[in-house]
């Protein structure tokens, strides 16, 4: 295991694995609290170099530095980044074959890694519970800690147990660092991770390059062609609230020749990676993202982040706008939406709201749906049944998933979006048996042969199993070897579970009556009045036209700043002069002679002036509405008379 000599000190491993010569504020102050053995909270803008201070802590204390993350993108990026650099890492997570997580056990348990990768559900499993007291551990870090409270804005139950570890072995500092965290998050996270005589640091919430904007526009699309004309070959992410929009908005500007692609969590791991590969290649000028494409995604040269959905906190905003500008070059965040959009907005959230009678009734059709009686059902993985759940309890989506995350909050079942979980295996029957059916067909014999000397343990427990490398090395069809385990399943030989692709629900305990579930209506109450005044202030922040944006922005996280931004459009407003009807008159013939062939908006604006386009795209709308302009296309208009 690599640990560096006591005498090397940060700024040489600075200099050694990444090549910098000096740090980012508050990086080096964390990193020496933590090696000297204290817990230690670090709050610090998205960009300010959060990983960077443990993986040099972890290098200069002795032992295993264990990292829990939230999302396998972004257990992948750091595993990655220290790989390039040739230090030893591990991680573990659900996208991973059955021997690839055997192997990094056996590296965390034989001291060939330095830094190991887990998501917080994995801190929970027999595995990790068995070799944990053994492990010599010098530095535990919780990444994205905001997560640990239900008063941030991506709360996740899995969190609320990762300090119930230190009850076995406590002799290491914790570090959690966040982006986003106000004054009561903060305190959350010390508590339930059990932080001792913290040592808080915590960065300015002020982003000086990054201007602040909210557009009031009911016309989206055109609104956002506007803004990426200049822009087409500067990285620009788009956020909105549903996949459907993903697909539309980016299909639209597509049609506009910019080059766009969607990104969300209903796409397949294989889908996703080949975006995330593109984006960091340069190959993707605009990403069109839910906030799946938040936490992980890391690159420099963003140079524009835009919502055209009214996002649900300030938290959830900050934390996504400030995926613009990380290289501290001057960069923009917009909101574009309406005075109806504010209004709709707050309407949604109460129609939204979860009753208790929607928990029961999600719950008691999800397991009817799969036939699970009462007693049974517990640690096995069911596929999702979505549109089922809609038709039979009359919910929509959102109303279904926050019911089953509340009876995940409640401990009753673990809900896996787009996870991949392994097929899993374990002999039910005598050897007799098995040998009489070895005896029987040639394909029984290679198939349990072939169990049976890969997994001496699968008389005892449940064994995940590789399908494609179990074909591979049989000379098999998958589907075929999938066909005989299934057949084994049926004559009791095995208890086989087939693994899930997409979304899944697991029981962590048996089915219970309905009328028994532990609904905490009181809890449920208080989460939604929380979530409500969030938004309030969310509606606020865009309300408002006289406020500097950067100091509301602040003021919401606990900080003063003693001067205003100015360059959000509050503290800059845009003076629109009036066009003087000579330039208006010479501005309509410069439009119908663009338009003599059929042309898009987007065509017609690109060859006017910027601060020119507002008017412009007006005079453009009044000319097809009084018939001077005709449509020719799906998006293209001519002022050639159609026959």
Known sequence: MIHEKPSTNARELLRKYWGFSSFRPLQEDIIRDVVQGRDVLGIMTTGGGKSLTYQISGLLRPGLCIVVSPLISLMIDQ????????????????????????????????????????????????????????????????????????????????YLKIGLIRQFQDSYPTLGLTA?????????????????????????????????????????YNCLLEKLIDSKKQRTIIFVRNRRK???????????????????????NAARDAIQYEWSKNKIDVMVATNAFGMGIDKADVRQVIHIDVPPSIEAYYQEA?????????????????????????????????????????????????????????????????????KKTSLSALRVYSSLQWLERWGLLHLATNEYSHHKIKVITSRENLYKMQVESEDYRVVIDYLLRNYPNIFRDFQSI????????????????????????????????????????????????TVNLPINTAEIKRHFNHQAHQLRQMVDYIANDRLCRQRMLCIYFGEEIQHDC???????????????????????????????????LVFVLSHFEADERREVKEIFNDLCECGDLHQAGANTFTSTPQT
């Open 322 to 390: 400030g995926r613009a500008g990380r290289d501290r070059l001057p960069a923009k965040s917009m909101i574009i939406c309406s005075r109806e959009d504010l209004r709709d907005a707050l309407e949604q959230q109460t129609s939204n709201k979860v009753s208790p009678s929607d928990i029961k009734k999600v719950y008691h059709y999800f397991c009817l749906h799969h036939g699970i009686a009462e007693g049974q059902g517990q640690f096995i993985p069911y596929q999702l049944p979505l549109d089922v759940l809609i």
């Open 180 to 220: 986003t965290a106000t004054p009561q998050v903060a305190q959350d996270i010390k508590d339930f991770l059990k932080l001792r005589n913290t040592i808080l640091h915590q960065t300015s919430f002020s982003r000086p390059n990054l201007a602040f904007q909210v557009i009031n526009e009911s016309n989206k």
């Open 79 to 158: 595993f990655e980044g220290l790989k390039k650099r040739g230090i030893p890492s591990v991680m573990i997570h659900s996208g991973m074959t059955a021997r690839q997580i055997e192997n990094a056990w056996n590296s965390i348990q034989f001291n060939k890694t330095k830094f190991v990768f887990l998501s917080p559900e994995r801190l929970q499993t027999k595995a990790f519970k068995a070799l944990y007291p053994k492990l010599n551990i010098g530095l535990f870090v919780v990444d994205e800690a905001h997560c640990i409270s239900e008063w941030g804005h991506d709360f996740r139950p899995s």
């Open 566 to 600: 100015q360059v959000c459009d509050s503290c800059k407003p845009t003076s629109r002069p009036s066009v003087s009807p000579a330039l208006k008159s010479h501005w309509i013939q410069r439009i119908k002679t663009l338009t003599k062939k059929p042309h898009s």
């Open 466 to 513: 590789d399908i494609k490398r179990m074909a591979k090395e049989v000379q098999g069809n998958e589907a075929r070897i999938l066909k005989l385990l299934e057949r084994l399943h049926t004559y009791e030989c095995v208890d086989f579970l087939r693994g899930i692709q997409g979304n899944s629900v697991t029981l962590r305990m048996p089915r219970i009556a």
């Open 246 to 268: 993903c697909y539309q908005i980016a299909s639209f500007l597509q049609q506009h020749d910019i080059q766009a692609k969607y990104y969300h969590a209903g796409l397949s």
